[in-house]
């Protein structure tokens, strides 16, 4: 008789009886030891190696890698640690154990999808100043609304903002955080845990405020330096994974501003992702700005444009050439009357692409499928051609590419070994494909066919509705009073 203990990929236990006549002490060996184990947490209290989290098998896997670019039947097994221990095509190996085993057959498992640019702030304004441009929006939002919100209510904003994100199938955000009167620094801190206490991960756009007499470059520094100091032990949840400038330079006359972002990107070695060039009204003011950006080094490989409807061709050169990104936001381009961005034109200079939701005042569902749709459609009908953009750019673009405009490809943004095991099961039964699954996939499904979503490989969406992390009841850590 053999029995093999635990290992990472195994599981539990593995017990091997060569005598017959041992099989009944085997089959109590078996139960004892399984009881024993579910008692004890899985392998980890029989053999001090962890169990396998989660075993998803019989699933049509979209791994969004490029190594594997044809989706398989097959599986998907996760480690102890909420990383992907395998990605397998066919069946899994008999032997293979984990804590929870999902038979996924008719569903089809995604990467979770990222989102490059989303104001998580937004999600109570869904519909407001729905006759206007980017500026009678402007006016509306943040001339009337913003000023009134404090930290407490920007964590309750911000919170059902991420909720929403997580339930429409992102599972990581860039999120423009709003700053409005505060110096404390404190609606920085209750806009980041709202984001990670909803169980998504999240990149902090951090906003540096307008710069003038009584909000020095020196004022911004310090409030900045407070914040990472603080962020920074945050990261324990592995649900922030770091933090970025919000760039707002393009909106101010006075170059003071785009000079402050440049030196805060440099003192602290941040990324900056930068508004720029979204509404067609600004266009000439914006890019007679553009000078500052080269001036200050801003555009360079830690540069990311949000928006970036209406460059010259030179600025596009010039960002592929320095290794600049940008976030493609399609919904809200299209409810704004922005415009759209010569997306095919960008890739053939090489320009890294990801793509956004924007935020819900702007783009009123946080809806990945919509989004995709919206783009893709607006760049067939521009260009009255189907083959200039296909379903896979822009899935690609919603996952993986928004990981590499974000920096964070080696965490998120496909299903590979070693990343963390973040993922959607999407009920196909209403879109069986013909011959291509990713056609049927963006062209068809949408938010209402996603049955779970995964973030660690742990389940914070299960048939629409939040569980598990993020169904966390409020903490409400950002009321008045209260620290942060
Ligand atoms: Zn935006």
């Not at 070994?417 to 013909?434: I, M, N, S, T």
């Amino acid at each position: 008789m053999k029995i093999s203990a635990c290992s990472r990929t195994n599981g539990p236990i593995t017990a091997t009886v060569s005598n017959w006549r041992l099989g009944s002490f085997r089959q109590w060996l078996a139960t004892t030891m399984t009881a024993t184990a579910m008692l004890l947490g899985g392998c980890a209290g029989i053999a001090s190696l962890p169990a396998n989290r989660l075993l998803v098998e019989n699933a049509l896997v979209f791994p969004m890698d490029p190594a594997r670019p044809a989706p398989f039947i097959g599986y998907l097994l996760v480690a102890s640690d909420g990383t992907i221990a395998r990605v397998g095509e066919g069946r899994p190996a008999a032997d293979l154990r984990a804590a929870r085993r999902i038979d996924a057959q008719g569903q089809w498992l995604l990467p979770g999808f990222v989102s490059a640019h989303s104001h998580l702030w937004q999600s109570d304004f869904a519909g407001i100043a729905s006759d206007q441009n980017l500026e009678g929006w402007m006016a509306q939002l943040y001339g009337k609304v913003t000023p009134g919100l404090d930290a407490a209510q920007l964590y309750r904003l911000t919170r059902l903002g991420a909720e929403h994100h997580l339930l429409n199938g992102i599972t990581t955000a860039f999120n423009f955080t709003v700053t409005g009167g505060d110096k404390t620094g404190r609606v920085d801190r209750c806009q980041l845990l709202a984001a990670t206490h909803s169980g998504m991960r999240v990149l902090h756009g951090f906003n540096v405020r307008k710069i003038d007499a009584q909000w020095t470059p020196e004022d911004a520094k310090e409030r900045l330096r407070a914040f990472l100091q603080w962020a920074g032990e945050q990261r324990g949840s592995g649900r922030y994974l770091g933090t970025v400038i919000a760039g707002a330079g393009m909106y101010y006359d006075d170059p003071a501003q785009t000079r402050t972002e440049a030196g805060l990107m440099q003192a602290f070695g941040l990324d900056n992702q930068q508004h720029y060039l979204e509404a067609p009204g600004l266009v000439s003011a914006e890019r007679a700005r553009y000078r500052w950006l080269k001036e200050f080094g801003v555009v360079g490989p830690k540069l990311v444009y949000g928006h970036f409807v209406h460059p010259t061709p030179d600025m596009v050169f010039e960002a592929a050439q320095a290794g600049a990104g940008m976030s493609w936001n399609p919904l809200s381009n299209g409810r704004l009357g922005s415009g759209t961005p010569d997306i095919p034109a960008y890739r053939a200079q090489g320009l890294r692409i990801g793509m956004g939701v924007d935020g819900e005042a702007s783009a009123d569902r946080a809806d990945p499928f919509e989004n995709m749709r919206a783009g893709l459609y607006q760049i067939r009908a521009n260009r009255q051609s189907a083959s200039v953009l296909s379903a896979f750019d822009v899935l690609r673009m919603h996952t993986l590419g928004s990981a590499e405009v974000l920096g964070v490809d080696g965490v998120v943004g496909s299903l590979a070994e070693g990343k963390k095991a973040d993922f959607l099961l999407v009920d196909a039964k209403g879109f069986q494909p013909y011959k291509d699954p990713y056609a049927a996939l963006v062209f068809a499904a949408g938010v209402e066919n996603i049955n779970g979503v995964f973030v660690d490989g742990e389940q914070v969406a299960a048939q629409r509705r939040l569980a598990g992390v993020a169904a966390t009841p409020d903490a409400a850590p950002c009321d008045a009073g209260k620290q942060p």
